[in-house]
């Protein structure tokens, strides 16, 4: 990952950012505001995003969109501010942004198209599935009888099968020791 604290900060860099930012906070905040962020680098997740982003002001959830297969980051994510107005100051000055090497995306989504769903997951540090646990548990687990019974039929019935295949080519084997 990256060291959040070694990035160039904004309010360092520009002092019309930081007096706008000053001014947004002193006014009450009305609303929440939610940015789309897009062109997320590898290695800036949830932690990195959250560190660098709450130089504006502060972030109530974020939500990195991964694979639900691999875990990976699909590069783009969704950040809510406190307030609409610096949400909005967020969007302005780090669209198109310079970040190890990717341009940023930094778009504001609108109230009415936020929708409830897009939170699920937020705020929550993840954790790779050990799919080969649930896969080894699910294959170690007794069977019931009535799943021993049902493997016995189907064994069986392949050794007929094969039993017949065998008496039609003209040949005389014993299968009796197996089943």
């Known amino acids: 990952g990256f060291d959040a604290g070694s990035l160039p ?5 520009d002092a019309t950012v930081k007096r706008k930012l ?3 906070k002193r006014q009450p905040a009305a609303d929440r505001g939610v940015v789309y962020l897009g062109r997320i680098p590898h290695g800036f997740y949830e932690d ?3 560190a660098y982003f709450s130089q504006f002001g ?3 959830r974020l939500r990195l969109s991964r694979s639900k297969k691999t875990g990976r980051s699909k590069h783009y994510g969704f950040i809510e501010f ?4 610096v949400a909005q100051i967020v969007a302005e000055t780090m669209d198109n942004y310079l970040l190890v090497g990717h ?4 778009k504001v989504v609108p109230k009415e198209e936020v929708h409830p769903s897009l939170w699920i997951g937020a705020n ?3 954790q790779k599935i050990p799919h080969d646990r649930i896969a080894r548990v699910k294959h170690n687990k007794p069977r019931t009888e009535d799943a021993q019974r049902s493997a016995e039929d189907r064994l069986l019935k392949r050794q007929e099968a094969k039993k017949r295949k065998l008496a039609a080519a003209g040949i005389n084997y014993s ?3 197996v089943a």
């Open 103 to 106: 341009i940023l995306r930094c």
């Open 82 to 85: 406190d307030s609409a107005a």
């Open 58 to 60: 502060d972030v109530t």
């Open 175 to 177: 299968f009796d020791a």
């Open 9 to 13: 900060t904004i309010a360092r860099d």
């Open 22 to 24: 000053d001014k947004a």
């Open 48 to 50: 990195q995003i959250r």
């Open 124 to 126: 929550r540090k993840w």
